[in-house]
């Protein structure tokens, strides 16, 4: 079973950067899609970006388009999210999941492993 633990939060300011990491421990990255979701006090958690076990195939959601990049080292076992021109609005709790299926989806139920998420805040 593969266990999830998130990095690289902290508070910046309205258009600086951070990188947030996932690693893994308990089982390899590489048959595991991941996915990084994020949730708003008050509000429901939403999709931000997936990538296949493979690395061929990226998602992202609208709002963080050219934006944000995701990318994953699967000798590392770690998952990255470099988030760029970061606004007030991406400010929330980031989680990274992982589960064993073909493809990236935004689909939070497909993914069985959840790390305890990462807090980013970004002021204006």
């Known amino acids: 079973q593969v266990q999830l633990v998130e990095s690289g939060g902290g508070p910046v300011q309205d258009g600086g950067s951070l990188r947030l990491s996932c690693a893994a421990s308990g089982d390899s990255f590489s048959y595991y899609a991941v996915g990084w979701f994020r949730q708003a006090p008050g509000k429901e958690r939403e999709f931000v970006a997936a990538?296949?076990?493979?690395?061929?195939?990226?998602a992202y959601a609208d709002s963080v388009k050219g934006r944000f990049t995701i990318s994953k080292d699967n000798a590392k076992n770690t998952v990255y999210l470099q988030m760029n021109s970061l606004k007030p609005e991406d400010t929330a709790a980031y989680y990274c999941?992982?589960?064993?299926?073909?493809?990236?989806?935004?689909?939070?139920?497909?993914?069985?492993?959840w790390g305890q998420g990462t807090q980013v805040t970004v002021s204006s």
């Open positions: 999941a992982a589960g064993r299926f073909r493809g990236a989806t935004q689909h939070m139920e497909e993914y069985a492993h």
């Open positions: 990538i296949s076990w493979s690395a061929i195939t990226l």
